[in-house]
């Protein structure tokens, strides 16, 4: 009796990449500063030399140095306008490093409302003039 072992390696990708998160979440950036970064999180470690994307209305941008290899951070060079909804679409030809490619394009669509009460000392109602600055 002869018995043949063998294994089947494929690098298809069992799984379509997918986005499991993004901040801001609920489509508000509330933030003092106007650069704060926006991310999207994946399923997946992600390609970055895959990724193509947009943002409108047009926005002087660039990608942070990934720190999380499934989240894909974007920063606004200039900053996001107070008050203005931006799109961010990233395109469907993002692939993971296993290969697996977004099933369609996936965006964000949030506006930067900066609440500037929120973050002064003043509107805590604290003393703060005895501290030594």
């Known amino acids: 009796m002869i018995v043949i072992f063998y294994l089947v390696s494929s690098n298809t990708p069992t ?66 306008d107070d008050s203005v909804e931006y799109k961010i679409e990233i395109d469907d030809s993002l692939k993971s490093l296993r290969g697996e490619k977004l099933k369609e394009n996936v965006s964000l669509v949030f506006k930067r409302t ?8 003043e509107s805590e109602g604290e003393d703060y003039s005895n501290l030594d600055f």
């Open 114 to 121: 900066a609440d500037y009460e929120k973050y002064t000392r």
């Open 15 to 80: 799984q379509n990449l997918g986005l499991v998160s993004t901040v801001p979440s609920n489509g508000e950036l509330d933030s003092p500063w106007s650069t704060e970064p926006v991310e999207f999180v994946f399923n997946s470690p992600v390609d970055v030399k895959t990724l193509s994307y947009t943002v409108i209305p047009a926005t002087r941008t660039k990608v942070a140095e990934q720190q999380n290899l499934s989240t894909i951070t974007i920063v606004p060079l200039e900053g996001w």
